[in-house]
């Protein structure tokens, strides 16, 4: 099995991207007409649900390398780009080969001179994909906060035959980024190999991380089914660990702080025609699970706004969904990942495209636009 496998659930049907070429279809994407020039916009893409002003679309970047988790701070918006692999290929199975290299890299989106702008600011990260770029995994979760800028980074290993110098070094690692250099700052990996926190298989891959007001990041080990924390320190150790539900293992993806002071948790348990994901809610100190909320296809990215409305990325149903007062509303987006809310007017950001990279991917005998990042307005 190869690299980008060992980064999804082995034991469910349930996948992070890098799976979705078996039995997906482009349904997920019908009616999404997506925009091509950086700055421009599309009204009514995929328009709300429950009647009115129809949202607005605007996509901000383009030429991404499989975009996935967002994080806003101070008017920037880091995106983290899983790559587009490599040259190297390794293994040959169900889903194909995966080919291997360092084009992982950290992404700043910003406005400037009147128009929207962005740059890789760590660059050559490992990265695994499909040999044409596509459904890729590497640095998959990022977190700023303060102009400090955190990434997880996928694990794979020894035995999937992927080399162990640097860079390669820092898979299953929560990483400080910045200066254009990427520090091990927690082995993420080992607490899932020395606690094995969630009984039924030892796996990891880390997915999402957040960083907290104390100076302690979480982070979301998607395959060992549980939180992470990792003292200002560096001292890593298991957190929460998340039940099976629904005849699936949980598989945490995307962490948010809420305006209560609550974590929330968005897990890829379900599929679009079995809507069984939720959103976790968690006590930050204790790490004890206060509750839920349910409903949805699996997620692949969460965030919440100053107003208590939560907005859930679904992969595969292809649409972020916003919850405020019980009531949900839908904009159609194309293989959505990360969510962002820019807390000071609100607006809404999502990667699009997010199993593509920069050139687009082959899926079901068509191609795919390239990775994006949109920004979503009046939703």
Known sequence: MGYAM????????????TGVTAGVTLAATVGIAPATATGGHTDAVGGAAGGGKKPVVRVIATGLDNPRQLSYDHGRLYVAEAGRGGRKCVGQGPE???????????TKIYWDGGAWKHHRVVKGL??????????ATGLDGVSALHGNVWGAMT??????????????????????LGHGKAKIAADIAAVEFRYNPHKANLESNPYGVLALPDGRRIVADAAGNDLVAVSP?????PFTVFPNHDGNESVPTSL??????????????????RPTARVWKVDPRTGRILGWTSGFGSITGIALDDDGDLYVSQLFAGRVTKVSHGKRTHVKVPFP?????????????VSAWSIADRDGTALEG??????????????
């Open 337 to 349: 990942a990360g969510v962002a809310v820019d807390p000071h007017d609100g607006k809404v950001y």
């Open 126 to 135: 490992p990265s695994g994909a499909a040999p044409d770029g596509g459904f």
């Open 256 to 273: 948010a702080l809420g305006p209560d002071g609550k974590l929330y948790v968005g897990e890829l348990n379900g599929e679009a025609a």
């Open 366 to 379: 068509k191609r795919t636009p390239g990775g994006q990042v949109w920004k979503i307005l009046g939703f």
């Open 6 to 17: 060992y980064a999804v659930r082995k034991r469910t049907a349930l996948v992070v991207a």
């Open 155 to 176: 694990y794979t290993p020894p035995e999937a035959g992927i080399p162990t110098a640097p860079p390669w070094n820092t898979l299953g690692k929560l990483l400080r």
């Open 233 to 237: 320190n560096g001292r890593a150790r």
């Open 96 to 106: 194909g080969e995966t080919c291997i290299g360092p084009s992982s890299a950290l």
